[in-house]
């Protein structure tokens, strides 16, 4: 009979901020991590951790500021553009230059996932989402689907690690809870946690203004298989925890969902938390 390899336990680590689960996740990886080599880099790997950003308002990660503020900013502007070629990703299209197939697609602008794929009924699954939870607040069906199945070639270079995003309403609280395969804890946790997190507040006012008057903003989950701290990003994580104390300044609030909406998608910055991003890129 082969030995059971899974321990059964999982690991929850919460904070109120980005900030705050970046420090305790590398305490967490260096203490229960386990050496690993792939895709030719060497660290530590993790198993079965649960990042919960109980604040999903305190989305950025001022530890790296300014860098990591200007990331934050570009990569959200891509995702509201929802482009899957490089040519439509702006500032970040060097970034993502290494992920790109022959034909200049990559497949991880979890934007387009969220704002631009149709479902079978014509509308966005983020439409998809709001509907669900309108017609029935205790919904379990609240499901955004991350990449498709024609983009698994062996070809590709860039398969999403986040695979889905759940909705679901608790004691009138709306949270999230995104299923990832793999997270690096430096350059993946604090921008995938500051994108989530910006859509789960934008499904809270929106579901708020559309009837569901006594919704409250809950959590927003990252539930990973694996998360890691890879040898190249040590210098990193020592100049976080020398660091530590950040400002925790949070963007501009969602006032109105429906005009943060029509930003985004019409390419314009009237509102405050969206002229924020392009006054910080």
């Known amino acids: 009979m082969k030995k059971l390899i899974f321990s059964g336990q999982t690991f929850d680590i919460i904070g109120d ?25 060497t660290g530590l790997q993790a198993y079965n951790v649960n990042y919960v950003l109980v604040n999903p308002k305190n989305r950025i990660h001022w530890l790296r500021a300014p ?26 299209a060097k970034v993502w230059l290494e992920f790109t197939d ?14 631009y794929q149709k479902t079978g009924d014509g509308i966005s699954q983020y439409e998809s989402v709001i509907n ?6 205790q919904s379990r069906r609240a499901v955004i689907n991350i990449d498709s199945v024609k983009n698994k070639t062996n070809a590709s270079k860039d398969i999403p690690c986040n695979i889905a995003i759940h909705f679901f309403i608790h004691k009138n609280y709306l949270s999230s809870v995104v299923f990832a395969r793999s997270i690096d804890v430096i350059t993946g946790l604090p921008y995938d946690m500051g994108f989530f997190s910006f859509v789960t507040e934008l499904a809270y006012k929106d579901l708020k203004k559309r009837g569901l008057k006594k919704l409250k903003l809950g959590y927003c989950t990252i539930k990973c298989n694996l998360t890691q701290l890879y040898d190249t990003r040590l210098a990193l994580a020592q100049k976080i925890h020398k660091k530590r104390e950040s400002k925790e300044v949070n963007m501009p609030f969602i006032d109105s969902a429906k005009d943060v909406l029509k930003d985004i998608y019409q390419g314009s910055a009237h509102t405050k938390i969206i002229k924020w991003c392009y006054d910080h890129r």
């Open 67 to 92: 860098a990591s503020v200007t990331y934050l900013s570009r990569e959200l502007l891509m995702y509201f553009k929802g482009s899957l070629n490089i040519k439509g990703m702006g500032d970040l």
């Open 102 to 115: 022959a034909k200049g697609r990559i497949n991880s602008n979890y934007g387009y996932y969220v704002f």
């Open 132 to 137: 669900s939870l309108l017609k029935e607040p």
């Open 17 to 41: 901020s980005v900030d705050k689960l970046v420090i305790r996740g590398l305490t967490h990886i260096k203490n229960k991590g386990e050496r690993i080599s792939a895709r030719g880099l």
